[in-house]
């Protein structure tokens, strides 16, 4: 069927960066129910850094591919204003806009500045992804303490299918539209391709 597609109109099926799915397979008829809805991903929709793509420009070719580094293209939409004018480390954060300690939501910490466990990352990327100490706040000292249990990571390099209760997250409920599709297929497509911190080992800072 995709020869013929192709041998019909040349351009139908050229590979592309963006995910763009329209049904042009369902007889309606014959299957008694309509064509699935279309839909798109595109990079351009981000309003936050879109990834690198090298050898792509002006045409695909069959070198070229992605890159997600986590500090320039992930870490960025933690602090981006949204429609409600908020961010994610409003909440996710382990001071409160009083520069008073707080629990982040969900023992999850989206803040900017270097992690405790490995400086060289970012400490919402060690959230993510790395299993973490449990919170909570002393009210005599006015600090967070460990309480001895760990936390898992809600994100998982396995890829994003066994990151599956990060997406349902934004599904329903009160993360339901926080991340637009675009975003949601840039987490997913990092997540596919390994979570690394530095998707290109090129852009690293040398030691």
């Keep these: 069927m995709a020869e013929t597609r192709t041998r019909l109109d040349p351009d139908a099926l050229t590979p592309r960066m963006d995910l763009v799915y329209d049904d042009v397979w369902t007889d309606e008829t014959a299957a008694g129910r309509p064509k699935d809805a279309p839909l798109q991903y595109l990079y351009a929709d981000l309003t936050t850094p879109e990834p690198e793509m090298a050898w792509c420009q002006p045409t695909w070719n069959y070198l070229c591919h992605v890159v997600i580094n986590y500090p320039q293209h992930i870490h960025p939409l933690w602090n981006k204003i949204r429609a409600a004018g908020n961010t994610c480390t409003d909440c996710h954060t382990s001071t409160d806009a009083m520069s008073n300690?707080?629990?982040?939501?969900?023992?999850?910490?989206?803040?900017?500045?270097?992690?405790?466990?490995?400086?060289?990352?970012?400490?919402?990327?060690?959230?993510?992804?790395?299993?973490?100490?449990e919170l909570q706040l002393d009210l005599a000292t006015n600090t967070l303490v460990p309480t001895g249990v760990t936390v898992p990571p809600i994100l998982s390099t396995g890829g994003a299918a066994a990151s599956a209760d990060f997406f349902a997250l934004f599904d329903s409920g009160t993360h339901a539209g926080r991340l637009d599709p675009a975003e949601l297929r840039l987490i997913a497509e990092w997540l596919d391709i390994g979570a690394q911190y530095y998707n290109n080992p090129f852009d690293a800072p040398s030691p």
Aim: charged share 20%.
């Design 101 to 133: 300690p707080q629990v982040p939501a969900g023992q999850l910490d989206l803040s900017d500045g270097p992690s405790l466990a490995e400086p060289d990352h970012l400490q919402s990327y060690r959230a993510l992804l790395f299993e973490h100490d």
